[in-house]
C-alpha cells in the first residue's frame, strides 16, 4: 500500500548549463541604459498587461530567465495563475483575456517573430483600435524592452529560479 504525505519539498533550482557571462557586470553602461528604457516603456501602460505582454514574448524566445521573472511580478500585481497558464495559447484560450489584451498579445507576437515579415496591417490596426496612438507607442517600446532583454538572457544563459517578485524595479 502506498501512503501519501504532504510533506512540503524544498525546491533548490540548479541550471542545466552554467551562465556564459555576466553581461551587466562588463556592460554596466548598456545595463543601465536599459534600465532607463524598460523605465521609459512601462510608463502609462496597466501593469497587468505590461507583464502579458513580457511574458509572451519571453515564451516565444525561450527566455526562462525573464518568463520566471515576469510570471513572478505578474503573480504579485494580482494576475491570475488561469491566465498565466493559458497565455503560451492565447490564441485558443481567448475568453480569458480582454479584446484588448488579445490585440496587444497579437502585436506582440508579430512583433517579436519578425521573421514571418513586417507586422501585418490588421494585427497593428487591430491594436490601433483599442490603443490611443501614445498608448500604442508605448506597448511596441514595452514589446521592443523585453525582446532585447531576452536576447541578453537566451545569449549569456541567465538562469531562472532566484528572482523575487518586484527585485528589479
Request: hydrophobic share 40%.
Amino acid at each position: 500500500m502506498t501512503t501519501h504525505t504532504d510533506t512540503p519539498t524544498t525546491v533548490e533550482y540548479a541550471p542545466e548549463q552554467p551562465a556564459r557571462l555576466e553581461w551587466a557586470k562588463h556592460a554596466p553602461e548598456v545595463y543601465k541604459a536599459m534600465v532607463r528604457l524598460e523605465t521609459a516603456a512601462r510608463k502609462g501602460l496597466d501593469h497587468k498587461l505590461y507583464e502579458l505582454v513580457k511574458i509572451r514574448a519571453s515564451q516565444i524566445n525561450h527566455c526562462a530567465f525573464c518568463i520566471d521573472m515576469h510570471t513572478k511580478d505578474a503573480l504579485a500585481a494580482g494576475e491570475s495563475v488561469e491566465r498565466i497558464v493559458q497565455l503560451s495559447a492565447w490564441d485558443e484560450s481567448r475568453h480569458f483575456y480582454t479584446a484588448k489584451e488579445i490585440a496587444a498579445l497579437e502585436l506582440t507576437e508579430a512583433v517579436t517573430v519578425l521573421t514571418d515579415g513586417f507586422v501585418p496591417d490588421e494585427v497593428y490596426d487591430n491594436a490601433a483600435k483599442h490603443f490611443e496612438e501614445a498608448e500604442l507607442a508605448q506597448v511596441i517600446a514595452a514589446i521592443t524592452v523585453i525582446n532585447a532583454w531576452n536576447r541578453f538572457g537566451v545569449t549569456c544563459r541567465m538562469a531562472p529560479g532566484h528572482y523575487e517578485p518586484g527585485q528589479h524595479k
